[in-house]
Structures are given as structure tokens and as C-alpha cells.
T-cell receptor, first 113, second 111 residues
């Protein structure tokens, strides 16, 4: 059973471009969480999704950021018109249910130049 | 909104010394989890506590959940260099499903 897979591991984008981050949860996991981490800081909750549904997006900026978890395929975190302040590590975690152990992916390090 | 603070922010110990990190929530928690993140790595789940006053042990690690379910602690006995990393607590309040991570405690162990 492969772990949570995130790709790409590193992503460089110029200001104004779009960034698409992918997360394939562990097999059998239907709950996905996205977190953002700045260097030497904690993890900030962004969004919680179940298959085809956004359950809680209270941590997502209202503009430029969106997330989806389609019936088939990975969860996608999309950042449009990236700015330097979007540079961070973005972690995805999956779990088989609510309030259970969450398994984190290796993260995507986004650098906006 | 809900806030989860951890102290200390940093801790340097000599190998063999004990270490404790404390986690305090502004709201009552349904349950709490602890994670460890090595430098450059991703968070790895350590344990989950659910009951008021619960104490769990994993080898040299002891985890406690406060009676009021607003605080928790992680104690490591006789630290080793492999314990280096940042320890995060993550709490969830009833009625929600998102885990709010604490600010983390970065542990350095000097050989």
C-alpha cells in the first residue's frame, strides 16, 4: 500500500502563472486535507475534502486558491496568478475517516520567482 | 478562531536529558494528535488522545491529555539524537473535522 503521493515535489513558477499541486491519497482513504507550511513555522489548515465534496475550506484564501477531489483521480490544489507570498511547502494528508490518524505526503515545495 | 499554542518554541538538550513540550488550546478539544517532523521532512503521526486525563506511553515517550481537554503534553525520557525534529500537537473541536496544528517545538539533541 503506497503512501500519500504528492507531485511535483518541487515546483517553480513565475509571478502570475498558475500552480497545480496533486495529491493521491492512500488506497481506501476518502478524506483529504491540505496544509501550508512556511519555513520554520507550523502547518496552517487550508481545506478538508471528501470525495467530490469540499467539507471545510475555512483556511483557504478567498481569491486565487481552489481545491477539488474528484470521484476519479487525485486531489488538486490550484493557485492562480501566483505571487511571491505563495512560496511555501504544501502538504496533503489523507485518512480513512474523520478524527483518525492522518498520513502526510512528502509535500510540494512551491517557489515563486 | 481556535488557537493552539505550544511551549517552548525551541529546546536544546544534552543527549540523555529529558524533554517536555506543552500544548494549550483556546477551546475545549474533542481529541488531540501528536506528530513529529524531521528537518526537511513531512509530519509523521505519533499518537491520538481522546479521553479526559488520558495517558499513553510509547517506549520513551509519554503523552498526556488534560482533564479539561484543553491542554496536552509530550515527555521524552533520556533523549537520543534520533529524537531531533519538531513536535506538533494538532487538536480538533467537536462539531468540526479539521485539525488545527500547534506552533510546534523544535528539539535539538546535543551528543
Amino acid at each position: 500500500n503506497a503512501g500519500v503521493m504528492q507531485n511535483p515535489r518541487h515546483l517553480v513558477r513565475r509571478r502570475g502563472q498558475e500552480a497545480r499541486l496533486r495529491c493521491s491519497p492512500m488506497k481506501g482513504h476518502s478524506h483529504v486535507y491540505w496544509y501550508r507550511q512556511l519555513p520554520e513555522e507550523g502547518l496552517k489548515f487550508m481545506v478538508y475534502l471528501q470525495k467530490e465534496n469540499i467539507i471545510d475550506e475555512s483556511g483557504m484564501p478567498k481569491e486565487r486558491f481552489s481545491a477539488e477531489f474528484p470521484k476519479e483521480g487525485p486531489s488538486i490544489l490550484r493557485i492562480q496568478q501566483v505571487v511571491r507570498g505563495d512560496s511555501a511547502a504544501y502538504f496533503c494528508a489523507s485518512s480513512p475517516g474523520t478524527r483518525t490518524e492522518a498520513f502526510f505526503g512528502q509535500g510540494t515545495r512551491l517557489t515563486v520567482v | 478562531g481556535q488557537q493552539v499554542m505550544q511551549i517552548p518554541q525551541y529546546q536544546h538538550v544534552q543527549e540523555g536529558e529529558d524533554f517536555t513540550t506543552y500544548c494549550n488550546s483556546s477551546t475545549t478539544l474533542s481529541n488531540i494528535q501528536w506528530y513529529k517532523q524531521r528537518p526537511g521532512g513531512h509530519p509523521v503521526f505519533l499518537i491520538q488522545l481522546v479521553k479526559s486525563g488520558e495517558v499513553k506511553k510509547q517506549k520513551r515517550l509519554t503523552f498526556q491529555f488534560g482533564e479539561a481537554k484543553k491542554n496536552s503534553s509530550l515527555h521524552i525520557t533520556a533523549t537520543q539524537t534520533t529524537d531531533v525534529g519538531t513536535y506538533f500537537c494538532a487538536g480538533v473541536t467537536s462539531g468540526t473535522y479539521k485539525y488545527i496544528f500547534g506552533t510546534g517545538t523544535r528539539l535539538k539533541v546535543l551528543a
